[in-house]
Protein backbone atom coordinates (compact mmCIF):
# COMPACT_ATOMS: atom_id res chain seq x y z
CA UNK A 1 0.00 0.00 0.00
CA UNK A 2 1.30 3.81 -0.68
CA UNK A 3 2.20 5.95 2.05
CA UNK A 4 0.10 8.95 2.61
CA UNK A 5 1.44 12.11 0.69
CA UNK A 6 4.00 13.78 2.37
CA UNK A 7 4.79 11.13 4.92
CA UNK A 8 8.49 9.22 4.68
CA UNK A 9 8.90 6.59 2.55
CA UNK A 10 8.24 3.10 4.18
CA UNK A 11 11.50 1.62 5.10
CA UNK A 12 11.90 -2.18 4.21
CA UNK A 13 12.14 -4.87 6.50
CA UNK A 14 15.03 -5.97 7.86
CA UNK A 15 16.95 -9.51 7.36
CA UNK A 16 15.90 -10.21 11.19
CA UNK A 17 12.19 -9.19 10.27
CA UNK A 18 12.34 -11.36 7.07
CA UNK A 19 13.81 -14.48 8.72
CA UNK A 20 10.90 -13.76 11.70
CA UNK A 21 8.28 -13.67 9.53
CA UNK A 22 8.89 -17.70 8.29
CA UNK A 23 9.52 -18.84 12.00
CA UNK A 24 6.26 -21.14 11.56
CA UNK A 25 7.27 -24.80 10.36
CA UNK A 26 5.78 -26.52 8.37
CA UNK A 27 5.26 -29.61 6.45
CA UNK A 28 7.80 -28.08 3.67
CA UNK A 29 10.25 -27.62 6.50
CA UNK A 30 9.55 -31.36 8.10
CA UNK A 31 10.34 -32.74 4.36
CA UNK A 32 13.17 -30.96 3.96
CA UNK A 33 14.38 -32.35 6.94
CA UNK A 34 13.43 -35.49 6.67
CA UNK A 35 15.44 -36.09 3.30
CA UNK A 36 18.05 -34.22 4.83
CA UNK A 37 18.17 -37.21 7.58
CA UNK A 38 18.02 -39.43 5.15
CA UNK A 39 21.39 -38.38 3.38
CA UNK A 40 23.15 -38.19 6.67
CA UNK A 41 21.40 -41.34 8.30
CA UNK A 42 23.12 -43.83 5.21
CA UNK A 43 19.29 -44.51 4.42
CA UNK A 44 19.49 -42.79 1.02
CA UNK A 45 21.76 -45.36 -0.53
CA UNK A 46 20.04 -48.52 0.64
CA UNK A 47 16.66 -46.48 -1.05
CA UNK A 48 18.41 -45.89 -4.08
CA UNK A 49 19.73 -50.10 -3.71
CA UNK A 50 15.63 -50.81 -3.11
CA UNK A 51 13.83 -48.28 -5.81
CA UNK A 52 16.83 -47.75 -8.84
CA UNK A 53 18.02 -44.74 -9.94
CA UNK A 54 14.86 -43.09 -9.98
CA UNK A 55 14.39 -43.14 -6.22
CA UNK A 56 17.69 -40.90 -6.71
CA UNK A 57 16.43 -38.20 -9.15
CA UNK A 58 13.16 -38.22 -6.95
CA UNK A 59 14.85 -37.35 -4.12
CA UNK A 60 17.25 -34.48 -5.43
CA UNK A 61 13.95 -33.47 -7.57
CA UNK A 62 12.11 -33.15 -4.22
CA UNK A 63 15.23 -31.37 -2.35
CA UNK A 64 15.38 -28.59 -5.29
CA UNK A 65 11.66 -28.04 -5.72
CA UNK A 66 11.37 -27.43 -2.01
CA UNK A 67 14.77 -25.25 -1.97
CA UNK A 68 12.54 -23.04 -4.70
CA UNK A 69 9.79 -22.41 -2.62
CA UNK A 70 12.30 -20.93 0.70
CA UNK A 71 14.12 -19.03 -1.75
CA UNK A 72 10.70 -17.51 -2.81
CA UNK A 73 10.33 -16.50 0.81
CA UNK A 74 13.78 -16.60 2.68
CA UNK A 75 16.75 -14.10 1.87
CA UNK A 76 18.74 -17.51 0.78
CA UNK A 77 21.08 -15.61 -1.32
CA UNK A 78 22.13 -13.69 2.73
CA UNK A 79 21.88 -16.66 4.42
CA UNK A 80 24.39 -18.60 2.17
CA UNK A 81 26.37 -15.78 2.54
CA UNK A 82 28.66 -17.23 5.51
CA UNK A 83 29.49 -20.30 3.32
CA UNK A 84 30.25 -18.46 0.07
CA UNK A 85 34.08 -19.29 0.67
CA UNK A 86 33.24 -22.75 0.48
CA UNK A 87 31.32 -22.84 -2.28
CA UNK A 88 33.19 -21.09 -4.36
CA UNK A 89 36.71 -23.38 -3.45
CA UNK A 90 34.26 -25.84 -4.52
CA UNK A 91 33.31 -24.62 -7.92
CA UNK A 92 37.40 -24.19 -8.44
CA UNK A 93 37.76 -27.53 -7.42
CA UNK A 94 35.21 -29.16 -9.54
CA UNK A 95 36.47 -26.44 -12.57
CA UNK A 96 40.05 -27.37 -12.26
CA UNK A 97 39.80 -31.02 -11.22
CA UNK A 98 37.79 -30.97 -14.63
CA UNK A 99 40.29 -29.48 -16.95
CA UNK A 100 42.93 -31.13 -15.11
CA UNK A 101 41.86 -34.45 -15.49
CA UNK A 102 43.24 -36.70 -19.05
CA UNK A 103 39.88 -38.56 -19.25
CA UNK A 104 36.22 -37.73 -19.30
CA UNK A 105 35.20 -36.55 -15.89
CA UNK A 106 32.39 -33.69 -16.95
CA UNK A 107 29.04 -35.46 -15.93
CA UNK A 108 30.53 -36.53 -12.43
CA UNK A 109 32.04 -33.11 -11.82
CA UNK A 110 28.99 -30.74 -12.41
CA UNK A 111 26.97 -33.63 -10.32
CA UNK A 112 29.41 -33.01 -7.03
CA UNK A 113 29.14 -28.87 -7.66
CA UNK A 114 25.27 -29.21 -8.01
CA UNK A 115 24.84 -31.30 -4.96
CA UNK A 116 27.12 -29.77 -3.00
CA UNK A 117 25.40 -26.23 -3.62
CA UNK A 118 22.42 -28.23 -2.93
CA UNK A 119 23.28 -29.59 0.22
CA UNK A 120 24.34 -26.04 1.61
CA UNK A 121 21.63 -24.42 0.67
CA UNK A 122 18.92 -26.71 2.08
CA UNK A 123 21.60 -26.29 5.70
CA UNK A 124 21.00 -22.68 5.23
CA UNK A 125 17.48 -23.13 6.12
CA UNK A 126 17.74 -25.55 8.73
CA UNK A 127 19.81 -23.04 10.41
CA UNK A 128 17.65 -19.45 9.79
CA UNK A 129 15.76 -19.96 12.69
CA UNK A 130 15.81 -21.45 16.35
CA UNK A 131 13.07 -23.66 15.90
CA UNK A 132 14.46 -24.90 12.49
CA UNK A 133 17.54 -26.34 14.00
CA UNK A 134 16.14 -27.63 16.74
CA UNK A 135 13.80 -29.78 14.79
CA UNK A 136 17.00 -30.57 12.64
CA UNK A 137 18.58 -31.56 15.34
CA UNK A 138 15.75 -33.64 17.42
CA UNK A 139 15.85 -35.19 13.84
CA UNK A 140 19.50 -36.66 13.56
CA UNK A 141 19.11 -37.72 17.00
CA UNK A 142 16.17 -40.07 16.05
CA UNK A 143 18.41 -41.12 13.28
CA UNK A 144 20.93 -42.08 15.83
CA UNK A 145 18.30 -44.68 17.77
CA UNK A 146 16.79 -45.91 14.22
CA UNK A 147 20.79 -47.02 13.45
CA UNK A 148 21.42 -48.82 16.67
CA UNK A 149 18.44 -50.63 16.13
CA UNK A 150 19.22 -51.64 12.58
CA UNK A 151 22.97 -52.44 14.14
CA UNK A 152 22.02 -54.36 16.89
CA UNK A 153 18.59 -56.39 14.31
CA UNK A 154 21.42 -57.40 11.58
CA UNK A 155 24.28 -58.37 14.78
CA UNK A 156 21.41 -60.78 16.27
CA UNK A 157 19.60 -61.81 13.02
CA UNK A 158 21.81 -61.74 10.25
CA UNK A 159 19.21 -63.45 7.76
CA UNK A 160 17.35 -59.79 7.65
CA UNK A 161 20.36 -58.81 5.67
CA UNK A 162 18.23 -60.60 2.55
CA UNK A 163 16.35 -57.66 2.93
CA UNK A 164 16.35 -55.28 0.11
CA UNK A 165 16.58 -52.29 2.51
CA UNK A 166 19.94 -53.57 4.03
CA UNK A 167 21.29 -55.88 1.04
CA UNK A 168 24.00 -52.94 0.43
CA UNK A 169 25.28 -53.10 3.88
CA UNK A 170 27.33 -56.85 3.85
CA UNK A 171 27.21 -56.80 7.45
CA UNK A 172 29.67 -60.12 8.35
CA UNK A 173 29.58 -60.83 12.03
CA UNK A 174 32.85 -61.96 12.12
CA UNK A 175 34.31 -58.74 11.28
CA UNK A 176 33.36 -57.07 14.86
CA UNK A 177 32.26 -53.96 13.30
CA UNK A 178 29.11 -52.53 12.75
CA UNK A 179 27.35 -49.55 11.07
CA UNK A 180 23.72 -49.51 11.06
CA UNK A 181 22.68 -48.23 7.36
CA UNK A 182 25.76 -46.35 6.95
CA UNK A 183 27.57 -49.74 6.14
CA UNK A 184 31.05 -48.08 6.60
CA UNK A 185 32.30 -48.47 10.05
CA UNK A 186 34.27 -45.16 9.92
CA UNK A 187 31.27 -43.17 8.34
CA UNK A 188 28.85 -44.37 10.89
CA UNK A 189 31.97 -42.97 13.05
CA UNK A 190 32.18 -39.70 11.45
CA UNK A 191 28.55 -39.10 12.05
CA UNK A 192 27.79 -40.36 15.41
CA UNK A 193 30.63 -37.60 16.55
CA UNK A 194 28.71 -34.80 14.69
CA UNK A 195 25.10 -36.12 15.77
CA UNK A 196 26.88 -35.77 19.39
CA UNK A 197 27.78 -32.14 18.52
CA UNK A 198 24.45 -31.40 17.29
CA UNK A 199 22.57 -32.81 20.12
CA UNK A 200 23.29 -29.45 22.22
CA UNK A 201 20.24 -27.71 20.29
CA UNK A 202 17.80 -30.74 20.82
CA UNK A 203 15.61 -31.11 23.11
CA UNK A 204 17.11 -32.80 26.16
CA UNK A 205 15.04 -35.76 26.33
CA UNK A 206 16.08 -36.77 22.94
CA UNK A 207 19.46 -35.29 23.86
CA UNK A 208 20.10 -37.93 26.14
CA UNK A 209 18.85 -40.62 24.39
CA UNK A 210 20.73 -39.46 21.25
CA UNK A 211 23.83 -39.31 23.04
CA UNK A 212 23.65 -42.43 24.35
CA UNK A 213 22.78 -44.02 21.26
CA UNK A 214 25.87 -42.25 19.68
CA UNK A 215 28.04 -43.64 22.24
CA UNK A 216 26.91 -47.10 21.37
CA UNK A 217 27.44 -46.61 18.29
CA UNK A 218 30.91 -45.49 18.17
CA UNK A 219 31.36 -48.72 20.12
CA UNK A 220 30.18 -51.06 17.87
CA UNK A 221 31.86 -49.50 15.03
CA UNK A 222 35.42 -49.89 16.78
CA UNK A 223 36.58 -47.00 14.71
CA UNK A 224 40.23 -46.05 16.04
CA UNK A 225 39.70 -42.26 14.44
CA UNK A 226 35.99 -41.94 16.07
CA UNK A 227 37.09 -43.47 19.51
CA UNK A 228 40.57 -41.16 20.09
CA UNK A 229 38.70 -38.03 18.63
CA UNK A 230 36.00 -38.48 21.35
CA UNK A 231 38.76 -39.14 23.95
CA UNK A 232 40.33 -36.13 22.87
CA UNK A 233 37.94 -33.90 22.75
CA UNK A 234 36.76 -35.34 26.09
CA UNK A 235 40.25 -34.90 27.91
CA UNK A 236 40.33 -31.52 26.01
CA UNK A 237 37.21 -30.01 27.47
CA UNK A 238 37.61 -31.47 31.10
CA UNK A 239 40.58 -30.00 31.01
CA UNK A 240 40.22 -26.59 29.96
CA UNK A 241 37.40 -25.68 29.39
CA UNK A 242 34.87 -27.31 32.03
CA UNK A 243 33.08 -25.50 35.41
CA UNK A 244 34.93 -26.45 37.65
CA UNK A 245 32.14 -28.78 39.33
CA UNK A 246 31.85 -30.38 36.15
CA UNK A 247 35.44 -31.28 36.10
CA UNK A 248 35.16 -32.63 40.00
CA UNK A 249 32.28 -34.78 38.81
CA UNK A 250 34.00 -36.54 35.71
CA UNK A 251 37.05 -37.38 38.40
CA UNK A 252 34.86 -38.61 41.13
CA UNK A 253 33.09 -40.89 38.16
CA UNK A 254 36.43 -42.26 36.85
CA UNK A 255 37.84 -43.08 40.36
CA UNK A 256 34.37 -44.85 41.60
CA UNK A 257 34.85 -46.75 37.42
CA UNK A 258 38.54 -47.50 38.90
CA UNK A 259 37.74 -49.07 41.86
CA UNK A 260 34.87 -50.80 40.35
CA UNK A 261 36.96 -52.32 37.70
CA UNK A 262 39.54 -53.08 40.46
CA UNK A 263 37.67 -55.21 42.67
CA UNK A 264 35.70 -57.04 39.83
CA UNK A 265 38.84 -57.73 38.19
CA UNK A 266 39.88 -59.43 41.20
CA UNK A 267 36.74 -61.18 41.96
CA UNK A 268 36.93 -62.36 38.38
CA UNK A 269 40.90 -63.64 38.25
CA UNK A 270 40.98 -62.11 35.04
CA UNK A 271 43.36 -59.33 34.22
CA UNK A 272 43.58 -56.41 32.22
CA UNK A 273 45.68 -58.21 29.56
CA UNK A 274 42.71 -60.46 28.71
CA UNK A 275 40.28 -57.86 29.01
CA UNK A 276 41.69 -55.96 26.31
CA UNK A 277 42.13 -59.39 24.12
CA UNK A 278 38.44 -60.74 24.67
CA UNK A 279 37.21 -57.16 23.41
CA UNK A 280 37.40 -56.75 20.07
CA UNK A 281 36.84 -53.17 20.01
CA UNK A 282 39.01 -52.10 23.00
CA UNK A 283 41.67 -54.08 21.14
CA UNK A 284 41.10 -52.39 17.99
CA UNK A 285 40.68 -48.91 19.17
CA UNK A 286 44.49 -49.55 20.83
CA UNK A 287 45.86 -51.31 18.19
CA UNK A 288 47.65 -47.98 16.55
CA UNK A 289 49.83 -49.77 14.74
CA UNK A 290 47.28 -51.48 13.29
CA UNK A 291 48.99 -55.14 13.75
CA UNK A 292 45.60 -56.87 13.35
CA UNK A 293 45.25 -55.17 9.68
CA UNK A 294 48.58 -56.07 8.53
CA UNK A 295 48.11 -59.75 9.67
CA UNK A 296 45.52 -60.15 7.90
CA UNK A 297 47.01 -58.86 4.51
CA UNK A 298 44.85 -56.01 4.37
CA UNK A 299 45.77 -52.45 3.73
CA UNK A 300 46.76 -50.36 6.26
CA UNK A 301 46.21 -46.64 6.40
CA UNK A 302 50.04 -46.44 6.40
CA UNK A 303 50.85 -48.13 3.63
CA UNK A 304 48.36 -46.79 1.28
CA UNK A 305 49.18 -43.14 2.27
CA UNK A 306 52.90 -44.56 1.89
CA UNK A 307 51.99 -46.12 -2.09
CA UNK A 308 50.26 -42.71 -2.90
CA UNK A 309 53.22 -40.97 -1.72
CA UNK A 310 54.97 -42.60 -4.10
CA UNK A 311 52.59 -41.27 -6.86
CA UNK A 312 53.45 -37.50 -6.08
CA UNK A 313 56.64 -37.10 -7.01
CA UNK A 314 55.43 -37.42 -10.82
CA UNK A 315 52.66 -35.85 -10.29
CA UNK A 316 51.86 -32.60 -12.27
CA UNK A 317 51.65 -29.42 -10.53
CA UNK A 318 48.17 -29.14 -10.95
CA UNK A 319 46.78 -32.16 -10.44
CA UNK A 320 46.18 -35.31 -11.41
CA UNK A 321 42.52 -34.41 -12.14
CA UNK A 322 39.23 -34.90 -10.16
CA UNK A 323 38.28 -37.68 -8.44
CA UNK A 324 41.65 -38.92 -8.85
CA UNK A 325 41.77 -39.96 -4.60
CA UNK A 326 39.45 -42.69 -5.10
CA UNK A 327 42.29 -44.99 -6.72
CA UNK A 328 41.29 -48.11 -8.43
CA UNK A 329 37.25 -47.28 -6.80
CA UNK A 330 37.09 -45.24 -9.85
CA UNK A 331 36.48 -46.69 -12.91
CA UNK A 332 38.09 -43.90 -15.19
CA UNK A 333 41.75 -43.59 -12.96
CA UNK A 334 41.86 -47.64 -12.71
CA UNK A 335 42.62 -47.96 -15.75
CA UNK A 336 45.86 -45.46 -15.49
CA UNK A 337 49.09 -48.40 -14.24
CA UNK A 338 51.16 -47.42 -11.00
CA UNK A 339 48.04 -46.00 -9.33
CA UNK A 340 46.98 -47.50 -5.59
CA UNK A 341 43.87 -49.80 -5.93
CA UNK A 342 42.33 -47.68 -2.72
CA UNK A 343 42.00 -43.89 -2.18
CA UNK A 344 44.92 -42.46 0.27
CA UNK A 345 42.43 -42.34 3.55
CA UNK A 346 43.62 -38.65 3.87
CA UNK A 347 41.01 -35.53 2.32
CA UNK A 348 44.14 -33.37 2.81
CA UNK A 349 46.33 -35.68 0.22
CA UNK A 350 43.82 -36.54 -1.56
CA UNK A 351 43.02 -32.69 -2.88
CA UNK A 352 46.53 -32.59 -3.67
CA UNK A 353 46.24 -35.20 -5.96
CA UNK A 354 43.09 -34.01 -7.48
CA UNK A 355 44.37 -30.43 -8.14
CA UNK A 356 47.53 -29.84 -6.95
CA UNK A 357 49.40 -27.83 -4.53
CA UNK A 358 47.32 -24.31 -5.70
CA UNK A 359 44.21 -26.56 -4.82
CA UNK A 360 45.42 -27.85 -1.54
CA UNK A 361 46.82 -24.51 -0.59
CA UNK A 362 43.66 -22.78 -0.83
CA UNK A 363 41.28 -25.08 0.63
CA UNK A 364 43.81 -24.87 3.26
CA UNK A 365 43.43 -21.11 3.12
CA UNK A 366 39.34 -21.14 3.51
CA UNK A 367 39.47 -23.47 6.43
CA UNK A 368 42.37 -21.44 7.96
CA UNK A 369 40.17 -18.00 7.74
CA UNK A 370 36.98 -19.67 8.71
CA UNK A 371 38.62 -20.77 12.03
CA UNK A 372 39.68 -17.10 12.27
CA UNK A 373 35.88 -15.88 11.95
CA UNK A 374 35.02 -19.13 14.49
CA UNK A 375 37.47 -17.60 16.94
CA UNK A 376 36.42 -13.89 16.48
CA UNK A 377 32.20 -14.36 16.38
CA UNK A 378 30.90 -12.90 19.56
CA UNK A 379 29.32 -16.67 20.55
CA UNK A 380 28.47 -17.36 24.47
CA UNK A 381 31.00 -20.27 25.55
CA UNK A 382 28.99 -22.79 25.13
CA UNK A 383 28.08 -22.41 21.77
CA UNK A 384 31.43 -21.49 20.68
CA UNK A 385 32.47 -24.92 22.21
CA UNK A 386 30.21 -26.80 20.67
CA UNK A 387 31.36 -25.25 17.41
CA UNK A 388 35.08 -25.50 17.66
CA UNK A 389 34.06 -29.80 18.86
CA UNK A 390 32.57 -29.77 15.76
CA UNK A 391 35.09 -28.55 13.50
CA UNK A 392 37.51 -30.34 15.36
CA UNK A 393 35.25 -33.62 14.45
CA UNK A 394 34.89 -32.74 10.50
CA UNK A 395 39.01 -31.45 10.50
CA UNK A 396 40.63 -34.34 11.89
CA UNK A 397 38.12 -37.01 10.33
CA UNK A 398 39.81 -35.34 6.79
CA UNK A 399 43.10 -36.37 8.40
CA UNK A 400 41.62 -40.18 7.71
CA UNK A 401 38.91 -40.26 4.77
CA UNK A 402 39.08 -38.98 1.52
CA UNK A 403 35.50 -39.15 1.04
CA UNK A 404 34.68 -35.91 3.06
CA UNK A 405 33.52 -33.26 0.24
CA UNK A 406 32.39 -36.44 -1.89
CA UNK A 407 29.81 -37.64 0.41
CA UNK A 408 26.51 -36.43 1.84
CA UNK A 409 27.72 -36.14 5.81
CA UNK A 410 31.06 -34.60 4.46
CA UNK A 411 28.48 -32.33 2.46
CA UNK A 412 26.56 -31.32 5.51
CA UNK A 413 29.36 -31.41 7.99
CA UNK A 414 31.41 -28.68 5.89
CA UNK A 415 28.13 -26.69 4.96
CA UNK A 416 27.48 -26.27 9.04
CA UNK A 417 31.12 -25.50 9.48
CA UNK A 418 30.30 -22.67 7.49
CA UNK A 419 27.05 -21.71 8.43
CA UNK A 420 26.46 -22.43 12.25
CA UNK A 421 29.46 -19.52 13.71
CA UNK A 422 26.72 -17.37 11.87
CA UNK A 423 23.64 -18.83 12.09
CA UNK A 424 20.27 -16.56 12.80
CA UNK A 425 19.35 -19.46 14.40
CA UNK A 426 21.99 -19.02 16.82
CA UNK A 427 20.96 -15.32 17.42
CA UNK A 428 20.21 -15.48 20.68
CA UNK A 429 23.61 -17.58 21.86
CA UNK A 430 25.81 -14.44 20.58
CA UNK A 431 27.59 -12.60 23.38
CA UNK A 432 27.60 -8.73 23.53
CA UNK A 433 31.58 -8.97 22.84
CA UNK A 434 32.49 -7.06 19.42
Known sequence: MNSEPGAPPMASPTFGAVLARFDRLDLRHLALTGILCTMFGGAFPALVTMFGHGADLAMWFSLWGLLATFWAELPLRRLLAPAAPMILWMVFYVVWGTMAADYPIFDEAYRLGLRFLTVAAAMAVVTSRPGRLRVFANAVQ???????????????????????????????????????????????????????????????????????????????????????????????????????????KALAAALVLAVCGFFALKW????????????????????????????????????????????????????????????????????????????????????????????????????????VRIRRCP?????????????????????FNHNMLSSYPGWIGYSLLFLLPAAPALAEQRSSRR
Open 142 to 248: LMLVVNLAVTLLLMNRPGYQEMPMFAQLNVDVESDRFAGLWGNANVAGLVSLMALALAAWASPALARIGRACGLAIIYLTASRTAAWILVGLTVGYLAFLAPPRVRA
Open 268 to 371: TGASVERLVADSPTISRVLDLTESTTASTRSGTRRGVLAAWFRRIPAEPWYGYGLYTLYGGESSDVAARPGFPVVGPHNLYVGIYLDVGIVGLATFLAVILAQL
Open 379 to 399: LVPRARHVILGFTLVLLGFSF
